[in-house]
């Protein structure tokens, strides 16, 4: 589906961002799973190598009717590649290597408010009071579930070198959110192709000198299986939904949606890990899905 200017509420929208936000959620547990096991410029490369050779059998159409846009705008379209795919993909990894899950995740949740203030520094965009208290209310839902609803876990956070990594990381987001308003229009195939591609090329140095320095990917089951997941889901699926559904309801009110990720994640540990849902747990969700309605609603 070509990329449009319609920014009409959409179930198709929430849906999208809703699920790219659940394979983000994957793609966190197993980044911390293999942190120190997968080299981090290896993964990141791969995670795009894939991608663009999947994409290139259904792409290929596409891009020869959306080649003159392509051309014209491939500054853009070049810019959004490194930054969403080549730099946000390799610090998120290498971030994951330093900090611990908790400090991901209270990092991650400022993503919705960066986003905002990514739009109104570079196009001056305007968020209504619905929309401050739905990203005001899920945050404190993903709060609720970090600390286990006791102050003294946040009181007693600790942050180091990876979290500045991760922290920074969220600011790159941010801005390719804001920034994918400026792609051309195009086939959806045709744009994530331009940028598994230009991702794929760009990481690739970096994944040879980390070869270089003795840091070597193992082709083990569980490498395998860590390739394959985050090639599909975390890269291809979001990627795309993440995409079309910023192009049909704004960066704003789908940033709110990525407080679905801790939802998500704890969820998915207690069905693989048996971890339990606590109180906690429960009030947490609600402050989320309350605040992602209200966030997602026009003023």
């Not at 942190?35 to 791969?46: D, L, N, Q």
């Not at 999947?54 to 051309?71: E, F, S, T």
């Not at 794929?200 to 040879?208: D, G, N, R």
Request: charged share 10%.
């Amino acid at each position: 589906m070509p990329a449009g200017t319609d920014r009409s509420p959409s179930a198709t929208a929430y849906f999208l961002v809703a699920l790219a936000a659940l394979c983000w959620s994957g793609n966190h547990i197993l980044g911390r799973a293999i942190a120190g096991h997968v080299p981090p410029f290896a993964i990141s490369t791969v995670r795009w190598v894939v991608p663009a050779l999947v994409l290139w059998p259904l792409a290929h159409r596409h891009l020869r009717r959306d080649w003159p846009a392509i051309r014209s705008h491939w500054r853009v379209l070049l810019f959004l590649a490194l930054i969403g795919g080549t730099i946000f993909g390799a610090l998120q990894y290498i971030g994951l290597q330093y900090t611990t899950a908790i400090n991901v995740s209270v990092l991650n949740s400022l993503a919705p408010v960066l986003i905002v203030a990514a739009g109104t520094l570079i196009f001056r965009d305007t968020i209504s009071p619905r929309q401050i208290l739905g990203i005001a209310v899920s945050l404190a839902g993903v709060l609720t579930i970090i600390s286990k609803g006791s102050l003294d876990i946040l009181r007693a956070l600790q942050f180091n070198w990876g979290d500045v990594i991760i922290l920074f990381n969220m600011g790159v987001w941010a801005v390719y959110s804001a920034c994918l308003r400026r792609r051309p229009i195009m086939h959806w195939l045709s744009f994530t192709f331009v940028l598994a591609t230009v991702a794929a090329v760009t990481s690739l140095p970096f994944w040879l000198w980390e070869h270089a320095n003795g840091f070597v990917l193992q082709p083990t089951p569980t490498t395998a299986a860590a390739l394959a997941y985050v090639s599909v889901f975390p890269s291809l699926v979001a990627f795309a939904s993440w995409n079309r559904g910023v192009d049909l309801i704004g960066a704003n009110r789908a940033g709110v949606f990525l407080h679905l990720i801790p939802l998500y994640s704890a969820v998915l540990a207690s069905l693989l890990l048996g971890e339990e849902i606590g109180p906690h747990h429960v009030a947490g969700f609600l402050l989320i899905l309350a605040g992602v309605w209200l966030a997602a609603r026009k003023a």
